[in-house]
């Protein structure tokens, strides 16, 4: 059974930094591209981020880049997201997935 | 920036009723475009990708069609379960982007 586990969520000042995780089982974590959307409080769905199988590649939405950093470790089949700069818009709740699959989600909240 | 226009915005309908929510890119996607349900509190669940193709498990009163600019998502009578939310995503150029989201509710 494929399982996807977000964690590192928060209550963040806005300039201050948050490492999400995603702990994936269940498929072989390196075959696939791995993505990060998230999901503002009552409002729709943001594509974020992704990262090529051997992260080599990696692809961003503008307002997140230079602030946010995606990587992935095969070995230990994890899915991260380095947030630096935060900021009010970034709250939100940030899904890790791929295709048909999706974790429950980390809320993260940014507010002084 | 591909924009993905979704339409409507919000849906009243009954079970039984034959609904369909429209996507329509800013410049052609070819096929690459899912559609995702949502429920309150939920992660998002792929029900169609490369816009046509029914994902595994997915009841076949879902449907997709479309190809290059203009896309629907079919149902083809509601039932219970299916009151949510929809969003497409377009996965042809960076950054991907989904439409707006359609909520659909009882009636």
């Known amino acids: 059974e494929v399982q996807l586990v977000e964690s590192g969520g928060g209550l963040v000042q806005p300039g201050g930094s948050l490492r999400l995780s995603c702990a994936a089982s269940g498929f072989t974590f390196s075959n696939f591209w791995m993505t990060w959307v998230r999901q503002a409080p009552g409002k729709g769905l943001e594509w974020v981020a992704n990262?090529?199988?051997?992260?080599?590649?990696?692809h961003y939405v503008d307002s997140v880049k230079g602030r946010f950093t995606i990587s992935r470790d095969n070995a230990k089949n994890s899915l991260y997201l380095q947030m630096n700069s935060l900021r009010a818009e970034d709250t939100a709740m940030y899904y890790c997935?791929?295709?048909?699959?999706w974790g429950q989600g980390t809320l993260v909240t940014v507010s002084s | 920036d591909i924009q993905m226009t979704q339409s409507p915005s919000s849906l009243s309908a009954s079970v039984g009723d034959r609904v369909t929510i429209t996507c329509r890119a800013s410049?052609?996607?070819?096929?690459?475009l899912g559609w995702y349900q949502q429920k309150p509190g939920k992660a998002p669940k792929r029900l169609i990708y490369a816009a046509s193709s029914l994902q595994t498990g997915v009841p076949s009163r879902f449907s997709g069609s479309g190809s290059g600019t203009e896309f629907t998502l079919t149902i083809s009578s509601l039932q219970p379960e299916d009151f949510a939310t929809y969003y497409c995503?377009?996965?042809?150029?960076?950054?991907?982007?989904f439409g707006q989201g359609t909520k659909l509710e009882i009636k």
């Open positions: 990262v090529k199988q051997d992260g080599s590649e990696k």
């Open positions: 995503l377009q996965h042809n150029s960076y950054p991907y982007t």
């Open positions: 997935g791929r295709g048909e699959f």
């Open positions: 410049q052609g996607i070819r096929n690459d």
